[in-house]
Structures are given as structure tokens and as C-alpha cells.
């Protein structure tokens, strides 16, 4: 079942038409429509069932430097259609040994001599149950589907959120090869990776099974997840149906030849208009739902992260911009980290410090007094930071062309980007778009 996506006003079409024609246009290009029609039809590829139980044994060849055991087998086994989630599984059950001895680790580190033994883990039962939720489907064909996530779905079943997700979605929409991981022991050594709001596409999260030894947590299921969306963020997000398409999605994340475009409202404006940002980010120790950046690379667990972003217009004076983000690495919240670590927290991002008295402090010195009511009664009513993914590109996993899909924001982003933009013509500032 597909819902059906309401087109923008006019004003807001105009604007998102703008900053789409500042990109490149790909061969194959559409706007966010609602459709089950099915569409490039490709030819399947014959496979091996996924590899299943597959062994691998190999000795690491002599001279080769030092490299993850994960990226050594995943680079193996990759061409079968194996993905390197699925390679951390198999280490994680203890199915990897290096001469002779297991290891735990997926960040275990091998080098040339090495003797490495691996058996694919087998794929576990779904867990997940099939819910008649509807779908926002911009695109689909036998390997892949790119849906329009709504703001407040999670992807992903976790603990708390069994039910309602987009994963729940999915499966009562169609027959879709399941993908376990193992959830990796918070309280390890190693601090857990996360994905974004985008991507890293090997994370797991701590959702566990039952059948599951005293030594391993069980496998989390995320049937054809290859990135995700926080919860309160709208937009884009491919989803692979078969084993062979999430490796190939997932290395085209992990090379960071994805094309993805962000646009968000911010409280203030980002100095210069545009930028890049090279922050790395770990888990705040004061809040665990929570993320830093940190410049320079001095803290343990904290990880690489990097955004590209641009303001678009300049409304109230500098009371709020449309900034659009693109980017390099996909971390845990990235865009809100990166953005409140550049001082403009996301309008909305209460978790980053986007409150809305924030926002109105902002706001209402630099705006008329006529306009000051709605616009305080506009920003109570924003439940979630103002953050959507509005452009989607990467290859076809078997045809290998060139895909790439537009979606502009839902009505709750669209009804405070409409205001901002009334209230700063309305009062004749010369903010409106930039560059």
C-alpha cells in the first residue's frame, strides 16, 4: 500500500526546484512521486543462496600490510554477495579464527602469513513481524526500493520500538531476504558504531533474541537496511530485497559514492554561508543519546566525520537559514553534531540545543511585533529537528546505472519555511536566497 505525497506550495516548490537545478542532473532522474509500479526492469543475477556456511580458509599473502579481519574477508567473500555486516556476524558468533585462534574482535587486526578461517554465519529466522503500514514508494524493482520515510518512523525494530517501524513496512509490502548482525556488547572495550542519520552501513543497534548462547548476544534483524534515518528525520532511503544488492549498496556507502542532499532550518546562521567541516565524533559521556564533535582526533573512541554544507536563504535577519548539507562520512548524527558544533543547532533539534526558545530569541528581536504570536505559535508546534533527506543518488547493484531521486519536505518543515520566507519578505529584509 502506497500513501500518497501532497504536492508543496507553490513559494516552497520554487524554492526546492532552485537548489535542485544547482546540482547535476544523473541520466535517471525523479521527482518523489507514489507509486507500486515497478519500475527498469534487470535481469537477476543467479546466486548461491548468500553463501550460507560457506568456509573460507586463507592465508593472508606474505608482504600484504596490516588490515581488519572484517575488510580482509569481506574483500574475499564480497564478489559472492556476502556483506561485510554479515562477515562481523560470523565474527561475532566465534565462526573466525586466526592461526587457530578465535577471535572476537571485527577490528582484529591481520597482516601477511596470517592463516585466516572463516564460515559464513547462517541466515536466522525474522524477527520481525509484517505490519499494513503505508509507504511513500518513490522507485522500485526486483532489487531495490527508495521509499520517502515520514518524520517520526523508526527504521529499524530496537528496544522500545517493535512495532510501526519502516522495516514492519516493508515486509508486509514484499518478500525481502533477511540480513542479521550481531549487536555488539555495549559494554566492551570498543566503543559501539553507530549509523547515521545516514550511514555506517556495519552498524547494529542492541536488539536481541532469545535463542541466544551466554557468550553471544543474538542477531539483530534488519532485513535490507543499508542505511538509515534518525527517527525524526524525513526523506530518502534505499532499501536492497536481496543479499547481492545490499553488498553492493553497502560498498558504494562505505566508498562514500553515495549522493545524498540534506536540507535543514537552523537557528542562526553558519559563518561563512558555506564550508566544510572536519570534526570527528564520539558518544558524549554525559549523554549516551547524544553525540560531540571534537576537533582534532585526540579522543578514543571518536570517529572520522566530515560535511560539506551551504546556506541557501537567510531569513529574519539571520534569525534562521536554509542550509543544505552533503555528506562525506556518515556518522551517528552527524549533521546535528556538526551543526551545533558550528553554532547553529537545527530548528527543532532539542536533544542539540535547537529549542524553541532558542529559535524565538532568534527570531522576535529581528522580526516585527505583528508577527511575533504566529511565529511563537508556528515553533510550538515543531516536534522534531527540522532535518530532510532530499536527494538520493548511487548505481543500480546489477545494472549499474546511474540512479538518482528528489523529495521535497513534508508540511510540517514546509509550513515554518513557508513563514520565515512571509515574514522576511513581508518586512522588506534583503535576506531571501544566497548564491
Not at 239 to 267: G, M, N, P
Not at 269 to 282: C, D, Q, T, Y
Not at 318 to 342: C, D, F, N, P
Request: aromatic share 4%; charged share 25%.
Amino acid at each position: 500500500m502506497a500513501a500518497a505525497t501532497a504536492p508543496p506550495p507553490p513559494a516552497i516548490a520554487a524554492t526546492f526546484s532552485a537548489l535542485l537545478r544547482r546540482h547535476t542532473v544523473r541520466p535517471i532522474y525523479a521527482r518523489c512521486v507514489s507509486s507500486n509500479a515497478r519500475s527498469e526492469a534487470v535481469e537477476p543475477e543467479s546466486r548461491s543462496g548468500g553463501l550460507r556456511g560457506t568456509r573460507l580458509q586463507e592465508a593472508v599473502p606474505a608482504g600484504e600490510g596490516r588490515s581488519r579481519v572484517d575488510a580482509w574477508i569481506s574483500a574475499r567473500l564480497g564478489g559472492g554477495g556476502v556483506s561485510r555486516a554479515r562477515v562481523q556476524a560470523s565474527i561475532r558468533a566465534g565462526l573466525v579464527a586466526v592461526n587457530g585462534r578465535l577471535v572476537s574482535k571485527v577490528s582484529h587486526m591481520v597482516k601477511g602469513g596470517d592463516l585466516v578461517s572463516c564460515t559464513v554465519s547462517e541466515v536466522q529466522p525474522l524477527r520481525a513481524e509484517a505490519e499494513d503500514i503505508p509507504l511513500d514508494i518513490v522507485y522500485e524493482d526486483d532489487h531495490v526500493l527508495v521509499v520517502n520515510k515520514p518524520a517520526h518512523m523508526v527504521v529499524h525494530p530496537a528496544p522500545g520500538n517493535a512495532n510501526g517501524t519502516l522495516v514492519n513496512a516493508i515486509l508486509h509490502h514484499c518478500r525481502i531476504s533477511t540480513f542479521t548482525c550481531l549487536a555488539r556488547n555495549s559494554t566492551g572495550d570498543e566503543c559501539p558504531d553507530s549509523s547515521d542519520d545516514d550511514t555506517d552501513v556495519f552498524d547494529v543497534d542492541q536488539f536481541t533474541t532469545e535463542d541466544v548462547s551466554s557468550e553471544v548476544r543474538d542477531a539483530l534483524v534488519r532485513p535490507g537496511i543499508v542505511h538509515r534515518l534518525d527517527k525524526g528525520t524525513s526523506g530518502l532511503l534505499v532499501v536492497a530485497k536481496d543479499e547481492h544488492s545490499h553488498a553492493q549498496l553497502a560498498e558504494q556507502f562505505k566508498l562514500h559514492t553515495i549522493r545524498r542532499v540534506y536540507i535543514s532550518l537552523t537557528c542562526g546562521v553558519p559563518h561563512p554561508n558555506s564550508g566544510r567541516i572536519e570534526a570527528s565524533i564520539a558518544r558524549d559521556p554525559n549523554n549516551r543519546i547524544r553525540m560531540i564533535a571534537i576537533a582534532g582526533s585526540g579522543h578514543r573512541y571518536a570517529r572520522n566525520a566530515a560535511s560539506r554544507y551551504k546556506v541557501r536563504e537567510v531569513f529574519a535577519g539571520g534569525g534562521s537559514a536554509l542550509v543544505e548539507w552533503r555528506l562525506e562520512t556518515g556518522r551517528t548524527h552527524q549533521i546535528r553534531a556538526h551543526a551545533k558544533y558550528l553554532g547553529i543547532p537545527l530548528l527543532g533539534d532539542e536533544t542539540y540545543g535547537g529549542t524553541k526558545s532558542l529559535a524565538l530569541s532568534l527570531l522576535r528581536p529581528r522580526t516585527p511585533s505583528k508577527y511575533h504570536s504566529g511565529l511563537s505559535d508556528l515553533i510550538s508546534k515543531v516536534d522534531r529537528p527540522c532535518l530532510h533527506a532530499a536527494l538520493l543518488g548511487f548505481k543500480h547493484p546489477h545494472s549499474g546505472k546511474t540512479l538518482e531521486f528528489s523529495c521535497p519536505p513534508p508540511d510540517d518543515f514546509t509550513e515554518v519555511l513557508a513563514e520565515l520566507q512571509r515574514v522576511t519578505s513581508a518586512d522588506g529584509q534583503n535576506d531571501g536566497l544566497v548564491g
